[in-house]
Nanobody, 127 residues
Framework: QVQLVESGGGLVQAGGSLRLSCLAS????????MGWFRQAPGKEREFVAAISWSGGSTSYADSVKGRFTISRDNAKNTVYLQMNNLKPEDTAVYYC????????????????????WGQGTQVTVSS
């Protein structure tokens, strides 16, 4: 079983930046697509970004396109989420997840396409 540990969350002012990291426990993780989701208070968890196992393909939610960048370093078993120009509406708990072998959506944008989840890291953006 793959264990995922997120880090890098915190409090930042609007317009600022944060980089989240997600460390995986198993090297087999490098063959899986990875994703980031977030859940704001009182809202359902939503897709943020995903990256293929090779890093050659990425997808983003419309709300973060042009501001967030997902990347991975398979040698370090780590996936990153660089978040720039943060807005108060980005405030949420951010979760990384390891994908199942097949994506039915084609973009790994659905929760059911992931089999392992981290515990989450809080990101708070003040106005």
């Amino acid at each position: 079983q793959v264990q995922l540990v997120e880090s890098g969350g915190g409090l930042v002012q609007a317009g600022g930046s944060l980089r989240l990291s997600c460390l995986a426990s198993e090297r087999t993780w490098s063959t899986q697509a990875m994703g980031w989701f977030r859940q704001a208070p009182g809202k359902e968890r939503e897709f943020v970004a995903a990256i293929s196992w090779s890093g050659g393909s990425t997808s983003y939610a419309d709300s973060v396109k042009g501001r967030f960048t997902i990347s991975r370093d398979n040698a370090k078993n780590t996936v990153y989420l660089q978040m720039n120009n943060l807005k108060p509406e980005d405030t949420a708990v951010y979760y990384c997840a390891a994908g199942r072998p097949i994506s039915y959506s084609g973009t790994y944008s659905r929760e059911y396409e992931y089999q392992y989840w981290g515990q989450g890291t809080q990101v708070t953006v003040s106005s």
